[in-house]
């Protein structure tokens, strides 16, 4: 059982170059998300999706854009990458049930030169 | 005002020692409650979640109180094992959406 896997696991761009981050859980679980986490600052929410073809902003939403074409995928892009958006994103799935908790990827480094 | 605040750390311990973490979350319709365990360049893994009757899991202790809204997490006798950063992790309920503390690194030293 794969769980939540995420690719690439680790990408460099050029400042105004574009790419999609991909999730991909195997749990079958209605909720998905897109976090970052910078240092000092904790996990920030991007976007998040209750079910196949919604999505929702998060604390975080500029600069990037995200799709749920299918339940077990979500999709982070970047249109234009700037230095700002350097960071550490993990996604996560969760059923829809309140006392459960979420399950995280292994995290895309990504660096924005 | 942060939503969840934690101990700013770090907790540096030796082995075997007792350390305790604190959190306190500022919305009062805050519904489930967990502590996150987070290793060094990976990513954050469910160490327990918190009861309103405190729970204990081996070595591990998490108590709520939601009159003061405020959460704790106790480590006994701790192994070198147990050096990570401690999340503390609120669900507002909203669309299932958690918001995270900052973390509290912990090292525990021979």
């Known amino acids: 059982n794969a769980g939540v896997t995420q690719t690439p696991k680790f990408r460099v761009l050029k400042t105004g170059q574009s790419m999609t981050l991909l999730c991909a859980q195997d749990?079958?679980?209605?909720?998905m998300y897109w976090y970052r986490q910078d240092p000092g600052m904790g996990l920030r929410l991007i976007h998040y999706s209750v079910g196949e073809g919604t999505t929702a902003k998060g604390e975080v939403p500029d600069g990037y854009n995200v799709s749920r074409l299918k339940k077990q995928n979500f999709l982070l892009g970047l249109e234009s990458a700037a230095p700002s958006q350097t960071s550490v994103y993990f996604c996560a799935s969760s059923t829809w049930k309140v006392q459960e908790t979420q399950y995280f990827g292994p995290g895309t480094r990504l660096l924005v030169l | 005002r942060k939503e969840v605040e934690q101990d700013p750390g770090p907790f540096n311990v030796p082995e075997g020692a007792t350390v305790a973490f604190n959190c306190t979350y500022s919305n009062s319709a805050s519904q489930s409650f967990f502590w996150y365990r987070q290793d060094c360049r990976k990513e954050p893994k469910l160490l327990m979640s918190?009861?309103?009757s405190g729970n204990e899991d081996g070595r591990f202790t998490a108590q709520l109180n939601r009159a003061s809204q405020y959460i704790s997490l106790l480590i006994r006798d701790s192994k070198l094992s147990d050096s990570a950063t401690y999340l503390c992790?609120?669900?507002?309920?909203?669309?299932?959406?958690?918001?995270f503390g900052s973390g509290t690194q912990l090292t525990v030293l021979p």
């Open positions: 992790v609120v669900n507002e309920g909203s669309a299932r959406q958690l918001t």
């Open positions: 918190v009861y309103s």
């Open positions: 749990m079958n679980h209605e909720y």
